[in-house]
């Protein structure tokens, strides 16, 4: 058992290491306004769609925040500078922003050093792929049911200048307790991952219908039933078997695609849908949710589809 908890330890603590310097290091650039630096890259991207000039403030603001970002929406369609097509295609696009929030706070320092450089990235590049399809659709569906609406909306600028032992602290209070939750649920289930391993326990799953229907282990069953209660406790059972060789790459990346296929529609159910109700209300909001979750879902699905193929 000694052998066992010191193989674990072996395994989690140089990640948690690596996880904690990377949460801190992006916690400073989000505190310092780095994400706004790319405030840039907004007017190219308006200039090939049929979406309104003014919803370029809020797509700027989403980089730091949907939830203010969407706020700004409401309160142009309330002024009639938008319309409701208008309002949901803006909305979904201040939804993409999250998706390098993500990648730099959760998918580069956790994903990565859990998963290895291989299954890690592959991760990554499927979020990435997700947001650019997004992104596609939303400029396309502009194209098609919008007309260039050149409404102006007068808006106020504010800024305050953050010093870099500010942005430390913020890092340190917005990171503690999130660093906290991670090192408890992975030094735990990593632990517990290798005792179970050690015991032989997974060999109990081999009648499992799904492990055999999509050519997995059967001890992927537990990782991935877990990934849909908590991405982080599925990753972090799955980022030993992958160190042990208890699975492969390709297996290891069609769990991932099973289990944020099962995830996404309750994580919308239970995150995403009150907050954008409550924003936008029921009609469009519901629409907003829907929408976004199925668009996600797809890419998935169809990377499932190559995965399987390819095996």
């Not at 290491?17 to 405030?39: D, T, Y």
């Not at 919803?55 to 929406?73: H, I, Q």
């Amino acid at each position: 058992m000694f052998t066992v908890l010191v193989s674990a330890l072996d395994f989690a603590i140089p990640i948690l290491i690596m996880i904690f310097v990377g949460l801190f290091g992006a916690g400073i650039l989000i505190e310092l306004g780095f994400m706004q630096k790319f405030s840039g890259l907004i007017i190219p991207l308006f200039k090939h769609t049929n979406l309104p000039d003014t919803c370029a403030s809020p797509f700027m603001v989403s980089l730091g925040s949907t939830v203010a970002a969407n706020g700004m929406l409401v309160n142009f369609k309330d002024t009639g500078c938008i319309n409701e097509k208008e309002t949901m295609l803006c909305a979904l696009l201040n939804g993409t922003p999250a998706y390098m929030r993500e990648i730099i706070t959760y998918q580069i320092p956790i994903v990565l050093p859990a998963l290895g450089p291989v299954v890690g990235g592959f991760y990554v590049m499927v979020f990435i792929l997700t947001a650019i399809v997004k992104v596609s659709l939303v400029i396309l569906l502009s194209k098609l049911f919008l007309e260039k609406n050149n409404c102006k909306y007068a808006e106020s600028k504010a800024s305050k200048k953050v010093t870099l032992k500010e942005a430390i602290k913020g890092s340190l209070k917005r990171n503690r307790k999130l660093f906290t939750k991670i090192a408890v649920i992975y030094l735990s289930m990593t632990t517990l991952v290798f005792i179970l391993r050690d015991r032989g326990i997974f060999e109990a799953f081999d009648i499992l219908p799904l492990a055999s229907l999509f050519g997995i282990p059967a001890e992927s069953i537990v990782p991935l039933t877990s990934y849909v209660v908590s991405p982080i406790l599925g990753i972090s059972l799955l980022g030993p078997m992958i160190s042990s060789g208890g699975i492969s790459y390709v297996q290891a990346m069609i769990v991932l695609m099973l289990g944020s296929m099962f995830m996404l529609p309750i994580f919308s159910i239970k995150t995403l849908l009150p907050r954008y109700v409550s924003i936008f209300g029921p009609r469009i909001g519901i629409r907003i949710v829907a929408f976004s979750a199925g668009i996600s879902m797809t890419v998935r699905f169809f990377v499932l589809l190559a995965l399987l193929w390819i095996t």
